[in-house]
């Protein structure tokens, strides 16, 4: 039966969970939100299902990959449809796609308490609330058996989530239900904590003292390439902030299997990759020159080029490769900072407002270290100008 005695081997992927025929496998969670396995021995027959079923711990299947991937640059023609996605609109064409065939999509939304979640979705509307990055662990709950019944019932499936996520749904399906299950993943930095997610809503709406009535983790009213949350109050007034995206980018609060990732690679275990085309203005210094955003898509199997065949004509797309594409979380996982077991100790001891003031980019240290920087960095310009003189 399923054991974890090291975090990192653990991508809460719930495959394991969903398997166990004895339901004897509960995803619990830990101080910081994250899921893990456990088991009630009492309900266990030591059928190692849970075990094999593992694609995190035991490798994952490409076989039904191209040798060569095909890869494009993307940007949806519709410019509301680029306005409201994260990248290039590359997520709400392929779930146009497979609406328009009478298919079920499965995304991640927040709910109403800003919790992000994995969503069952039959319309068009209901897709609408998959647009844009939660950069934080969504809970799959029971979405997982929810897909096998759908395929079961002969439905076409689309699954868009992390490259775990979709690696651990593949894994946990039968193969013989695999021909109507299509893969959607992203290329993935990490999921921050379910915990300090919901924690930092709460101290948005008290700090402001207002009612959240909208959400978005990188708002693209400031650019594709800046990163500003946003919060939208129910008086529909708005701000922004940069708060939680510094700890997100200083990497003291992924999941830590996040640091151990199988997935930072060009070998996936999805139909379709989609992510942000960083650098595109390498490539071309036109295709994204407006800062409107640009998918990058990857073509992984046949299934994959079927769907990027349906969706062509509502893009102006530009044929890429590896070497264009190619950014950090293709390469290497990310480094979890080496004080994030002080920061979860902290965190559970002191609470929220103590860890955004210790470790965040807000309160007097923050500004002390900031303004060091900024003396250092003046004077080396300095120091150099002399030298060049
Ligand atoms: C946690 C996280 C880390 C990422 N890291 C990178 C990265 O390092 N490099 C990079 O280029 N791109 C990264 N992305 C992907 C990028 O931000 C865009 O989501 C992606 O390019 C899709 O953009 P879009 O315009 O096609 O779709 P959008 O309309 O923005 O749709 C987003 C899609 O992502 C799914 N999604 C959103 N949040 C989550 C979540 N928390 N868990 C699972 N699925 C989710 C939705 O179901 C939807 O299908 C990351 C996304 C997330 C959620
Ligand atoms: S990675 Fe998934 S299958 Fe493996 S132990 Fe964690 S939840 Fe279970
Ligand atoms: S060994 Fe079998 S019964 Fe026991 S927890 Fe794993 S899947 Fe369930
Ligand atoms: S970085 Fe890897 S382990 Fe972490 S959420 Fe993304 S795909 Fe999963």
């Given at each position: 039966m399923i054991l974890i005695?090291?975090?990192?081997?653990?991508?809460?992927?719930?495959a394991c969970a969903m398997i166990c025929n004895s339901e004897a496998i509960t995803m619990t969670d830990d101080a910081m939100g994250f899921k893990y396995p456990v088991v009630d021995e009492s309900k266990c027959t030591n059928c190692g299902l849970c075990d094999r079923v593992c694609a995190f711990q035991n490798g994952y299947d490409t076989s039904s990959n191209f040798n060569e991937q095909l890869i494009y640059a993307a940007r949806h023609k519709d410019a509301n449809e680029l306005f409201l996605s994260?990248?290039?609109g590359a997520s709400a064409a392929i779930c146009k796609s497979v609406i328009n065939q009478s298919g079920v999509v499965y995304g991640c939304v927040l709910d109403d308490t800003f919790t992000a979640i994995h969503k069952r979705c039959t319309t068009l509307e209901e897709c609408e609330?998959?647009?844009?990055?939660?950069?934080v662990q969504s809970d799959l709950n029971n979405v997982f058996s929810y897909i096998r019944d759908d395929l079961k019932a002969g439905k076409l499936v689309l699954f868009t989530g992390t490259s775990c996520q979709t690696s651990g749904l593949k894994s946990y399906i039968p193969k013989k239900l695999h021909e109507n299950l299509i893969l959607c993943d992203i290329i993935c930095h990490g999921v921050p904590s379910p915990k300090i997610w919901s924690d930092y809503t709460h101290y948005i709406s008290n700090k402001y003292n207002k009612e959240i009535k909208g959400i978005k983790f990188r708002d693209k009213v400031k650019g594709w390439k800046s990163h500003v949350e946003s919060f939208t109050f129910t008086d529909n007034t708005k701000i922004f902030s940069t708060s939680y995206t510094s700890l997100f980018y200083s990497h003291i609060m992924l999941r830590p299997s996040c640091g151990e990732c199988r997935y930072t690679n060009y070998s996936r275990a999805s139909d379709i990759t989609i992510a942000d085309f960083w650098g595109i203005e390498k490539v071309?210094?036109?295709?994204?020159?407006?800062?409107?955003g640009c998918s990058v898509i990857m073509i992984n199997t046949v299934k994959g080029e079927t769907i990027l065949n349906s969706i062509s004509s509502e893009f102006n797309v530009l044929k890429s490769n590896k070497q264009e594409c190619v950014q950090p979380n293709l390469c290497r996982p990310s480094v979890i900072n080496s004080k994030s077991d002080k920061f979860e100790h902290d965190f559970e001891k002191h609470g929220f407002e103590y860890i955004l003031n210790h470790y965040g980019n807000i309160g007097w240290r923050y500004q002390c270290k900031r303004a060091v920087r900024l003396i250092y960095r003046i004077t080396l310009k300095r120091i150099i100008a002399v030298i060049k003189k």
């Open positions: 005695t090291n975090k990192s081997d653990c991508c809460g992927c719930t994260q990248s290039g609330d998959l647009r844009g990055s939660k950069y071309s210094d036109t295709f994204a020159a407006d800062n409107k």
